[in-house]
């Protein structure tokens, strides 16, 4: 795919992405240690309440209590739908300790809880470069689209908005939604830049499955549909492949609808 002078150009970039994957690692656990409870030596939460939640749930799923569609703490005595049957955060903590016990048997839930956000944080980040990185390639050659990518990486990775959401201790929404927000436009660009129908109908559709995913992640998912809908309507009014433009849009919008309808009956509990 690229030629040797290319991939020479491309790895004088690799000891800079090397120092922005570490330094995104190193900010966002640099308050890990101030999370240990000096009275009792376990681990803790950020200064966030809905992380509190989502730590009760994996903690419930792991012991295969509560599990009801109701979760009677919240809104007592009436209850309100339990984010176990709505949200993936609770599963994606749990899954996170999972993997890390592997490593390390000493490693607790909450634990995985601290480090998940920037866990998830660097796989968002790997995907946003790579969406980036193909959206320039519409106009501008593979270096001048890896140099592009690499800076925006720089601003994605230490804006102030993001990086209060993402850092250890805080495992909100965003983190994990991220993933695939990103991964959402990535393939929505990659269909536009296939020729053959089935490769579009392929991007399309996985468009659409990580537009539904993250609809189980985080509400920020209708930015999603604002943004590429508006894109696809410009085109149609501009009439720029319409065709194209049919095959992507179309498996994209019944995909990404039809996994939230899943959720829209359990979350209506």
């Known amino acids: 795919y690229f ?23 190193l900010i966002r656990t640099s308050n890990i240690p101030s999370l240990k409870n000096a009275a009792t ?19 419930e799923i792991s012991e295969n209590k509560n599990m009801g569609k109701l979760d009677m703490m919240r809104y007592s ?8 049957h ?10 996170v300790y999972e993997i890390v016990k592997i490593f390390s048997s000493n490693v607790s839930i909450t634990y995985a809880a601290i480090i998940a956000p920037v866990i998830f944080f660097v796989l968002s980040l790997v995907s946003f470069f790579f969406f980036v990185y193909v959206l320039f390639s519409f106009k501008f050659s593979k270096e001048k689209s890896f140099l592009g990518a690499t800076i925006a990486s720089f601003f994605y990775s230490f804006v102030p908005a993001m990086l209060h959401r993402t850092i250890a201790g805080i495992p909100e929404l965003e983190s994990l939604g991220m993933i695939s927000f990103w991964m959402s436009f990535l393939f929505f660009a990659l269909a536009w830049k296939q020729e053959k129908i089935a490769k579009q109908v392929l991007f399309g559709t996985l468009a659409g499955l990580f537009t539904g995913i993250m609809a189980w992640s985080w509400g920020g998912y209708r930015y999603i549909y604002m943004i590429l809908a508006f894109a696809t309507l410009l085109a149609f009014l ?5 065709k194209k ?18 959720k829209t009956p359990i979350s209506s509990i």
């Open 238 to 242: 501009f009439n720029i492949k319409p």
């Open 86 to 95: 709505n949200s993936l955060m609770p599963w994606a903590i749990l899954g």
């Open 77 to 84: 005595p009436i209850g309100a739908s339990s984010y176990i």
């Open 41 to 59: 030596g376990d681990w803790e939460l950020g200064p966030d309440l809905d992380p509190y939640l989502f730590l009760r749930n994996a903690l």
């Open 245 to 262: 433009n049919l095959m992507i849009f179309a498996p994209f919008t019944i995909v990404g609808i039809l996994i939230e309808m899943i």
């Open 3 to 25: 030629n040797k002078t290319t991939n020479k150009k491309i790895l004088m970039f690799l000891p800079l992405m090397i120092w922005l994957l570490t330094a995104t690692i």
